[in-house]
Nanobody, 128 residues
């Protein structure tokens, strides 16, 4: 059975850091682009960051650039999302998702409709 299992998240004070992790089972993430999405309270789900099979990355939202790092751990079949200098507006449920990508030159997408497999979601709350 192919699935993504998320870990990490929780309650953190403004300025703090968190690592979210996404582990694939039943398939090799090396052949998949991986995206992270966030559903903030009262808002639609939106893309946060993604990483392609060749390692190219995107971070969406200017406010997140410099504070968010996405990375692969190929040995452990995982993708991490490191969140730094967290702000209250980073609060939400974070989801990882994977899209099979046969073209190694393709870039990852912010369109959640392209992603086939989804993690269960993890809550991140930034509050004093």
């Amino acid at each position: 059975q192919r699935r993504l299992v998320q870990s990490g998240g929780g309650l953190v004070q403004p300025g703090g850091s968190l690592r979210l992790s996404c582990t694939a089972s039943g398939f090799n993430l090396d052949y998949y682009t991986v995206g992270w999405f966030r559903r903030a309270p009262g808002k639609e789900r939106e893309a946060v960051s993604c990483i392609s099979t060749n390692g190219s990355k995107n971070v969406y939202h200017d406010s997140a650039k410099g504070r968010i790092t996405i990375s692969r751990d190929r040995e452990k079949n995982m993708v991490h999302l490191d969140l730094e200098n967290l702000k209250p507006e980073d609060t939400g449920i974070y989801f990882c998702a994977a899209e099979f990508m046969g073209d190694p030159s393709a870039v990852c997408s912010s369109n959640d409709a392209y992603y086939e497999y989804w993690g269960q979601g993890t809550q991140v709350t930034v509050s004093a």
